[in-house]
């Protein structure tokens, strides 16, 4: 048997190394019995390199008409003293010309890249022992999403939750309870609903699906899960508005509470 390049790679092995001391560490700290000794970092953009990471989607895939980048902002005084994303554009709802199929149109997104494997298998998240999702983020008050795929039975199944920003225009941390995420899919609520997989979760996203035209903003900072309830900024109740609500296959709109 002869390894292959993958394998032999340095990247391969200084992941496999990473892996084993996190699970050392987990193991010899016992926080499978006592529980997570600290919040669980998932992703951030403090580096440029962060942005090699992810995976920018919109319409343009099937043919349409929007626009959406996702840009390094660099450490700012009047700003953020971190580095952190912009992701930004605007929303098209124009069908593409000779493509009859396509009925809807209007949507951007992105989402971290499925993590290289180890040794130890595919590196998966496991948020089983936090309650939260927390995020940093300055927010236009557009109708986001929240996307987080697991090693579902369902390949194409996501896991969804309204992205209430409090404060648009200002930095803010927004956290989200991990069991109020709702399962979906193609953009619908899948019924019967089922718990996450929270043991094995790929990928952490965020995606405008409002269909509503015109210019948007959303910057980013970083991703961690936490079961302090006291990193979320203090703030005022939201008016949950239509735009943006998921939808069953009856076409009844789902209601959200954060």
């Known amino acids: 048997m ?13 992941r496999s190394l990473d892996e084993f001391k996190r699970l050392s560490n987990i193991a010899f700290k016992l ?10 970092p998932l992703h951030d953009f403090h580096q440029p390199e962060s942005l090699n ?11 349409g008409y929007s626009k959406a980048s996702l ?21 098209s709802t124009a069908l593409p010309p000779h493509r009859p199929e396509i ?21 998966l998240w496991n948020i089983d022992m936090y309650t939260y999702l927390a995020m940093r983020i300055k927010s236009d008050g557009r109708s986001y999403f929240v996307n987080v795929q697991t090693e579902s039975v369902v390949p194409t199944d996501l896991h969804q939750h309204r992205l209430f920003a409090k404060r648009p225009g200002e930095w ?16 619908f609520v899948v019924e019967p609903q089922t718990e996450m997989l929270r043991q094995k979760v790929r990928s952490i996203g965020v995606g ?34 239509k735009e943006g609500r998921l939808k069953d296959k009856q076409g ?5 509470s954060d």
Request: hydrophobic share 35%.
């Open 172 to 187: 803010e941390t927004v956290l989200i309870k991990w069991n109020d995420f709702v399962r979906t899919n193609h953009g």
């Open 103 to 123: 009925q809807r149109s209007g949507y951007a997104a992105w989402r971290t890249i499925d993590r290289p494997a180890t040794l130890f298998g595919r590196t």
């Open 53 to 63: 990471e992810t995976k920018l989607m919109s319409d343009v895939d099937i043919g």
């Open 31 to 40: 926080e499978g019995i006592k529980g997570p000794s600290g919040p669980l």
């Open 71 to 91: 840009d390094w902002m660099p450490p700012s005084p009047q700003d953020n003293v971190n580095g952190h994303a912009r992701f930004h554009g605007s929303i």
């Open 252 to 256: 009844r709109q789902i209601s959200w």
């Open 208 to 241: 405008l699906t409002d269909r509503v035209p015109g210019p948007f903003e959303l910057c980013i900072e970083r991703m961690w899960a936490t079961n302090n309830m006291g990193e979320a900024d203090d703030h005022i109740e939201p008016h949950i508005t």
């Open 2 to 14: 002869r390894a292959t390049t993958v394998c032999l790679s340095k990247g391969f092995w200084a």
